[in-house]
């Protein structure tokens, strides 16, 4: 029997062993601490933990160890085990005893065998056919069944050959050696049971968080592949400033927590476009609402043209009148395909086109669809002469840049508003507590002059502002909006150069992206072959020189 200093400093160790466990955050790697641990205070030559898989009705190999015959499967030794699953019941539906493990957890009993070889009531065949195949001497087991808190058996550890701790030979598991495994196997089914719950936890929410976004994908499909990318690129960018070793983000480390935590801000950052309307997030030309209105536009053009032949009809259909009739056709055909032109989103309107627009607008039509509920109603058609375009419809034509206007970019930009207010609401545990902060930043600018709170970078966290640059390269190159091609990398790069330039983004992040190539990674995983060109790095605005091409 152990004295009492020797059991004393196992207690201690069980109990070293409890802290460890409950530290554990990777399931696999506290399925192989919790075998380790059972081998080391029961000093045994080799272990196996199985786990119950309740459906199946099995036990399944999760960790073997055997230290003479140098063999270690499962865990972190990279090593599949490839045993088939051992079932609890036969054929016919009986309870399977005469296997050791499988009686333990049928029974929810331990058993404690000191010689495999003499003992009764028990099969052994396939651990002689192990033994005499490698040479080994399988002599003492000690199989203890592993309860939750819900006194389900969840899994089994099985040890065999205790060695005695001063001469190595085999000899039984004792009282305390069972006592001890016992303790450890219910510390350790609270573990695993708590380390899966929170894994489900934790799959439960980032399937919400994407029910969210297929909501908003279902919504527009333009905005969903946004909000799948993001992410991805903010992780790229954030693991490159993990990784750099110079700068002014030197300093920067992250934990797998921080990743954890940075990731769910990604996949958050655009949850409030929930709430926006979808004519505006799928606005793909400048008179888009729940249709394009240039079709309209398309009639009143007919019926100029209309006008026009009727008036030359009226004077005689001579030729210089037919003359002047063909010029104003050509000139509404003209004007017809500006205005097409014009309701095609672009980067900057000059200021000659939108004064074009206002000009066709004073062309007067004659409306009679609007109010003709009856044939009565119907009165001479020149008293129902309308401007060709709608003040509605000017604003919108004479957008500069883009399709929206003003009141429909509030509109947009509003989103970011809905998720900080719904982000903000929710009860974030301690290692999730940043959420908000980094997914409501990513509209704002280095320079206070972003929103919706003006902030500066001083007051912005880097993981805000790498997400910042993330949302807005995925825009830039982005294939899948409604108003506008997928920019090159060249282009893409250049406007971000120039958005370092003027206080936009992070400048210091900026360099990391370009450094580190972080853009060229996202290319060729996301971008199509003709978006990613051959980049000139000392033609791109804001690269330092140090950065190679």
């Given at each position: 029997m152990d004295s009492a200093d020797n059991l004393l400093h196992r207690l201690k160790e069980l109990n070293e062993i409890g802290i460890a466990l409950s530290q554990?955050?990777?399931?696999?790697?506290?399925?192989?601490?919790?075998?380790?641990?059972?081998?080391?205070?029961?000093?045994?030559?080799?272990?196996?933990?199985?786990?119950?898989?309740?459906?199946?009705?099995?036990?399944?190999?999760?960790?073997?160890?055997?230290?003479?015959?140098?063999?270690?499967?499962?865990?972190?030794?990279?090593?599949?085990?490839?045993?088939?699953?051992?079932?609890?019941?036969?054929?016919?539906?009986?309870?399977?005893?005469?296997?050791?493990?499988?009686?333990?957890?049928?029974?929810?009993?331990?058993?404690?065998?000191?010689?495999?070889?003499?003992?009764?009531?028990?099969?052994?065949?396939?651990?002689?056919?192990?033994?005499?195949?490698?040479?080994?001497?399988?002599?003492?087991?000690?199989?203890?069944?592993?309860?939750?808190?819900?006194?389900?058996?969840?899994?089994?550890?099985?040890?065999?050959?205790?060695?005695?701790?001063?001469?190595?030979?085999?000899?039984?598991?004792?009282?305390?050696?069972?006592?001890?495994?016992?303790?450890?196997?219910?510390q350790a089914a609270i573990a695993l049971t708590n380390r899966r719950l929170i894994a489900q936890l934790e799959e439960l929410f980032e399937s919400f968080i994407r029910l969210i976004n297929t909501a908003i994908d279902d919504k527009s499909p333009y905005t969903g592949g946004h909000c799948a990318r993001v992410p991805v690129l903010t992780m790229m960018l954030a693991e490159a400033v993990n990784r750099t070793d110079r700068g002014q983000l030197k300093d920067f480390v992250m934990s797998d927590k921080d990743r954890y935590e940075l990731k769910m801000a990604g996949l958050l950052h655009d949850c409030g476009k929930?709430?926006?309307?979808?004519?505006?997030?799928?606005?793909?030309?400048?008179?888009?609402?729940?249709?394009?209105?240039?079709?309209?536009?398309?009639?009143?053009?007919?019926?100029?043209?209309?006008?026009?032949?009727?008036?030359?009809?009226?004077?005689?259909?001579?030729?210089?009148?037919?003359?002047?009739?063909?010029?104003?056709?050509?000139?509404?055909?003209?004007?017809?395909?500006?205005?097409?032109?014009?309701?095609?989103g672009g980067e900057a309107m000059s200021e000659e086109a939108q004064q074009?627009?206002?000009?066709?607008?004073?062309?007067?039509?004659?409306?009679?669809?609007?109010?003709?509920?009856?044939?009565?109603?119907?009165?001479?058609?020149?008293?129902?002469?309308?401007?060709?375009?709608?003040?509605?419809?000017?604003?919108?034509?004479?957008?500069?840049?883009?399709?929206?206007?003003?009141?429909?970019?509030?509109?947009?930009?509003?989103?970011?508003?809905?998720?900080?207010?719904?982000?903000?609401?929710?009860?974030?545990?301690?290692h999730l507590k940043n959420v908000p902060e980094y997914a409501g930043g990513h509209h704002e600018r280095m320079d206070g002059k972003g929103y919706p709170r003006g902030l500066t970078r001083d007051q912005m966290s880097v993981q805000a502002r790498v997400m910042g640059i993330a949302d807005i390269f995925e825009a830039l190159t982005a294939k899948d909006r409604p108003y506008k091609e997928g920019k090159t990398l060249t282009e893409s790069l250049t406007i971000l150069g120039k958005f370092k330039e003027n206080g936009h983004i992070d400048p210091d992040l900026f360099d990391v992206f370009i450094r580190e190539k972080v853009y060229l990674d996202y290319a060729r995983q996301f971008l199509a072959p003709e978006q990613i060109d051959e980049v000139d790095l000392s033609k791109i605005p804001g690269v330092n020189p140090d950065v190679g091409a």
């Amino acid at each position: 029997m152990d004295s009492a200093d020797n059991l004393l400093h196992r207690l201690k160790e069980l109990n070293e062993i409890g802290i460890a466990l409950s530290q554990q955050r990777d399931i696999n790697s506290l399925l192989e601490t919790i075998l380790d641990a059972a081998k080391r205070i029961t000093h045994a030559d080799a272990g196996t933990l199985y786990l119950h898989e309740p459906e199946q009705q099995v036990l399944r190999f999760e960790i073997l160890r055997n230290d003479s015959l140098n063999i270690a499967m499962g865990g972190t030794s990279g090593v599949p085990i490839t045993f088939y699953p051992i079932h609890l019941y036969d054929q016919d539906g009986k309870p399977i005893h005469s296997m050791v493990v499988t009686h333990s957890a049928l029974s929810g009993e331990t058993v404690n065998i000191p010689d495999a070889y003499v003992a009764e009531g028990y099969d052994f065949s396939g651990t002689k056919k192990f033994d005499a195949k490698t040479g080994y001497r399988s002599q003492s087991f000690l199989a203890v069944p592993m309860r939750n808190h819900e006194n389900e058996i969840i899994g089994v550890l099985q040890l065999i050959n205790a060695q005695d701790r001063e001469s190595g030979a085999i000899v039984p598991f004792s009282k305390d050696d069972q006592q001890l495994l016992e303790s450890l196997a219910s510390q350790a089914a609270i573990a695993l049971t708590n380390r899966r719950l929170i894994a489900q936890l934790e799959e439960l929410f980032e399937s919400f968080i994407r029910l969210i976004n297929t909501a908003i994908d279902d919504k527009s499909p333009y905005t969903g592949g946004h909000c799948a990318r993001v992410p991805v690129l903010t992780m790229m960018l954030a693991e490159a400033v993990n990784r750099t070793d110079r700068g002014q983000l030197k300093d920067f480390v992250m934990s797998d927590k921080d990743r954890y935590e940075l990731k769910m801000a990604g996949l958050l950052h655009d949850c409030g476009k929930i709430t926006t309307p979808v004519h505006v997030v799928d606005k793909s030309t400048k008179l888009h609402t729940l249709f394009d209105r240039i079709h309209l536009l398309d009639t009143r053009f007919e019926v100029l043209k209309r006008d026009a032949e009727i008036a030359m009809l009226r004077k005689g259909g001579g030729e210089a009148i037919r003359a002047e009739y063909e010029a104003r056709i050509r000139q509404l055909d003209d004007d017809r395909e500006f205005l097409h032109h014009c309701n095609i989103g672009g980067e900057a309107m000059s200021e000659e086109a939108q004064q074009r627009v206002r000009q066709i607008a004073s062309y007067q039509w004659r409306d009679t669809g609007e109010k003709t509920s009856n044939f009565a109603s119907i009165r001479s058609a020149d008293c129902l002469l309308k401007p060709f375009l709608s003040d509605d419809e000017i604003e919108n034509l004479t957008i500069r840049s883009g399709t929206l206007t003003a009141a429909e970019r509030e509109i947009i930009n509003h989103h970011i508003v809905v998720t900080i207010k719904m982000l903000e609401s929710l009860p974030w545990p301690r290692h999730l507590k940043n959420v908000p902060e980094y997914a409501g930043g990513h509209h704002e600018r280095m320079d206070g002059k972003g929103y919706p709170r003006g902030l500066t970078r001083d007051q912005m966290s880097v993981q805000a502002r790498v997400m910042g640059i993330a949302d807005i390269f995925e825009a830039l190159t982005a294939k899948d909006r409604p108003y506008k091609e997928g920019k090159t990398l060249t282009e893409s790069l250049t406007i971000l150069g120039k958005f370092k330039e003027n206080g936009h983004i992070d400048p210091d992040l900026f360099d990391v992206f370009i450094r580190e190539k972080v853009y060229l990674d996202y290319a060729r995983q996301f971008l199509a072959p003709e978006q990613i060109d051959e980049v000139d790095l000392s033609k791109i605005p804001g690269v330092n020189p140090d950065v190679g091409a």
